[in-house]
């Protein structure tokens, strides 16, 4: 099998955490006979500063032509006073909505050699494995009209029955494969466009009965993850509280650079750390590839339904952060700090060594 990836990088510590997930990548590919072609684009501050927009019409097609997109992180100080059409996270929302992806995945998963890390008692964070379903091409980020002026500014928060539905049924989809429980998350209380949320949310859990669904305020789901993280499985949201809770439930899981993404349609998806460019840390060799890396592993599962290579990836990063090794962000006394490459290295070494075990084990035995 051959597979055609379009990297896009960005800005900051973007290109380093790409770089070091496509080693992985490289590796995984290779143990499970699959061919990789890999072309690389300029989006965000960089295809501004060369181009001029944020998001060439090139990359976007290569985008189209490609089986996924893996992209690092975009924006930084240096373009914060140019118009919002200009801005790097212009080229987010573009892809997003040229690509149609429409279901933003994004998993919280606390490893308990992390436990530490977190601001959070360990008893409070230990067995925490949250995913969080943002949804992706509606609401305020896509409304209008939208706008400012002297006197006043606004936005259109908007959804359209289609856009709830296909959340909806993908969250209960997802939820008969884990533990039947979904939160669905709004501000029904004061919002007429929640309320619609809702009501299209419960005419779906119709169809799925052997689900558990309960709803919940924004607000008061933003205390509950940090107060009881456990509480939660499946979280389903709108776009914007989508945005605000995964980053709450990256805190709570020791660090921003631990946590990966993927971005789903009907026929295109992007994966990307959720981290943002960290420009202050950028060519240093400070950053966490492990967010990265572990989107790569969304990407074998769900872009190429490459299940174990993807277990594989994960079971290396979770051995990875047992044997100590930690990066800047996730240190702590007694642990060994590592710089971007080193974390890289000894995923891979690990992978391979797993790999050894559980796949070439097996296969001698049979």
Sequence with gaps: MNLKIA???????????????????????????????????????????????????????????????L??????????????????????????????????????????????????????????????????TGDVYFGEPRGYDDEKGWNTMIYYREEVVRMARYAFELAMTRDKRV?????????DCSQFWRKIVHEI???????????????NAAMQIVRN?????????????????????????????????????SKYALYEPVHGSAPDIAGQGKANPLATISSVAMMFYHSFKMYKAAELIEAAISKTLDSGYRTADIYSPGSVLVSTAQMRDAVIDNFNKIYDEQVVGETAHQ
């Design 229 to 265: 993280p456990k509480q939660f499985d499946i979280i389903l949201t709108q776009n914007l509280f989508g945005d605000i809770l995964s980053d709450i439930a990256a805190m709570i899981t020791g660090s921003l650079g631990m946590l990966p993404s993927a971005s789903l349609g």
């Design 183 to 191: 939160v669905s998350v709004d501000k029904a209380n004061v919002l």
């Design 71 to 136: 992209l690092g992180a975009v924006g930084g100080t240096k373009w914060e006073n140019l118009s919002q059409n200009l801005k790097p996270e212009a080229a987010l929302l573009k892809l997003r909505k040229a690509l149609g992806l429409y279901n933003n995945i994004r998993p919280a998963k606390v490893y308990s050699a992390l436990l530490s890390s977190s601001t959070l008692k360990p008893e409070v964070l230990e067995g925490t494995d949250i995913i969080i379903l943002r949804e992706l």
């Design 205 to 219: 859990h119709k169809d799925y009965p052997e689900v558990t669904l309960s709803d919940m305020y924004v607000d």
């Design 7 to 69: 990297l896009l990088p960005g800005d900051g510590i973007g290109p380093e955490v790409v770089n070091a997930a496509v080693e992985v990548m490289k590796i995984a590919a290779e143990k499970f006979n699959t061919t990789l072609t890999l072309n690389e684009y300029l989006v965000g501050g960089c295809s501004y500063d060369k181009f001029g927009t944020p998001l060439t019409e090139e990359t976007l097609s290569a985008c189209y032509d490609s089986d996924a997109v």
